[in-house]
């Protein structure tokens, strides 16, 4: 069956970067995309960025100059990267399975906090 | 970026009723709109795909519709269990996810 599951540090002190990385099982990451989304503690959902199949990736306009996505095909493993961290970052941060071009099956999250 | 309004932004009714759920684009998304189910405490959950489209495993009572900037996602008779947060998402353009609607159980 389709999972996916984040994992990185819960952690992360102002202006540093985060790492983040998606394990997925069940499907191909040559045959689907990956999403990030987040949501900070008691609000809405934001579309971060995409890992297509074919390796290009997309990204939310806000955080473009901040951020990453790449990945490791015969790990099987989506990787985020995002710079220069401040308390709005402060989310938890979902991967998932991308099905023609949106969000089908979703991780159970990662909830990074970003403080001194 | 295409900006997604949802209305109301809580919702209460009875169990049993017909529940109406709405979503504005701020531009045509063509049909590109799913939705979305989140319960306290859990990942969300897809619904409803290009407007109308039922994933796999959702209870019929969950339904969509709409074109152009204006979509709906109904449900036929409430549910204790359908109390949660929905959020309505549009892939047409870039992608962009609505504020959400809390439905409440009176």
């Known amino acids: 069956q389709v999972q996916l599951k984040e994992s990185g540090p819960g952690l992360v002190q102002p202006s540093q970067t985060l790492s983040l990385t998606c394990t997925v099982s069940g499907f191909s990451l040559t045959s689907n995309s990956v999403h990030w989304v987040r949501q900070p503690p008691g609000k809405g959902l934001e579309w971060v960025g995409a890992i297509w199949s074919g390796g290009s990736t997309d990204y939310n306009s806000a955080l473009k100059s901040r951020l990453s996505i790449s990945r490791d095909t015969s790990k099987s493993q989506v990787f985020l990267k995002m710079n220069s961290l401040q308390t709005e970052d402060t989310a938890i941060y979902f991967c998932?399975?991308?099905?023609?071009?949106?969000?089908?099956?979703w991780g159970q999250g990662v909830m990074v906090t970003v403080s001194s | 970026d295409i900006q997604m309004t949802q209305s109301p932004s809580v919702l209460s009714a009875s169990v049993g009723d017909r529940v109406t759920l709405n979503c504005k684009a701020s531009q045509n998304i063509n049909k590109y709109l799913n939705w979305y189910q989140q319960k306290l405490g859990e990942a969300p959950k897809l619904l409803i795909y290009?407007?109308?489209n039922l994933q796999t495993g959702i209870p019929s009572r969950f339904s969509g519709s709409g074109s152009g900037t204006d979509y709906t996602l109904t449900i036929s008779s409430l549910q204790p269990e359908d109390v949660a947060t929905y959020f309505c998402f549009q892939h047409n353009s870039w992608l962009t996810f609505g504020s959400g609607t809390k439905l409440e159980i009176k």
């Open positions: 998932t399975r991308g099905l023609a071009g949106s969000p089908d099956y």
């Open positions: 290009n407007t109308n």
